[in-house]
Antibody, heavy 121, light 107 residues
Framework: QVQLVQSGAEVKKPGSLVKVSCKAS????????VSWVRQAPGQGLEWMGR????????NYAQKFQDRVKIKTDESTNTAYMELSSLRSDDTAVYYC???????????????WGQGTLVTVS | DIQLTQSPSFLSASVGDRVTITCRAS??????LAWYQQSPGRAPNLLIY???TLQSGVPSRFSGSGAGTEFTLTISSLQPEDFATYYC?????????FGQGTRLEIE
């Protein structure tokens, strides 16, 4: 059973950096892609990017291209998302999610972390 | 980039009703569409992928259809636990995007 456990809530100053972790169990991040999705208060879901773990290659949404880094640490089976130059409108809940297995034709997110609230103030 | 537009944005219905939510893509995406349900304070939950494949454990009252640019999510007989927000999503090798969401509330 896939389980993703994220790090706790953060309060950050504008201009600073936040790093959110996502520890996986029941799945090896060396063989599965992890996406990051955020949700501002009262708003919809926004895809930020992913790490294609099989190749160690990140893939970012254009909006976040200059400010986000997504990595995995295979030794601890943990994914990380760093967002820099934080602004007040980055206040959101940040989710990690596991994508469909690489041998599947379809693309979807089938396992989600519990979310991490990042407040920029 | 491909954009997804859901309609309606808000839907009011009663237990036992049949409801349909539509998701339109700005260009053809074949059957590469997923649907998620999100309850307040919870992470999204996968319902449908490949436009019409029901995720394991999801009740059969949920169904999806469509291909190309127009897709639908249908709930055949609403249950109290179905009142939530629903999102469509397209994901491919290069990027991902969500619809803006449809909030389903009790009438």
């Amino acid at each position: 059973q896939v389980q993703l456990v994220q790090s706790g809530a953060e309060v950050k100053k504008p201009g600073s950096l936040v790093k959110v972790s996502c520890k996986a169990s029941g799945v090896s991040l060396s063989r599965h892609t992890v996406s990051w999705v955020r949700q501002a208060p009262g708003q919809g879901l926004e895809w930020m990017g992913r790490i294609i773990s099989l190749f160690g290659i990140p893939n970012y949404a254009q909006k976040f291209q200059d400010r986000v880094k997504i990595k995995t640490d295979e030794s601890t089976n943990t994914a990380y998302m760093e967002l820099s130059s934080l602004r007040s409108d980055d206040t959101a809940v940040y989710y990690c999610a596991i994508e469909a297995p690489p041998d599947e034709v379809d693309y979807y997110l089938h396992g989600w972390g519990q979310g991490t609230l990042v407040t920029v103030s | 980039d491909i954009q997804l537009t859901q309609s309606p944005s808000f839907l009011s219905a009663s237990v036992g009703d049949r409801v349909t939510i539509t998701c339109r893509a700005s260009q053809g995406i074949r059957s590469n569409l997923a649907w998620y349900q999100q309850s307040p304070g919870r992470a999204p939950n996968l319902l449908i992928y490949g436009a019409s494949t029901l995720q394991s454990g999801v009740p059969s009252r949920f169904s999806g259809s469509g291909a190309g640019t127009e897709f639908t999510l249908t709930i055949s007989s609403l249950q109290p636990e179905d009142f939530a927000t629903y999102y469509c999503q397209h994901l491919n090798d290069d990027f991902g995007t969500f619809g803006q969401g449809t909030r389903l509330e009790i009438e």
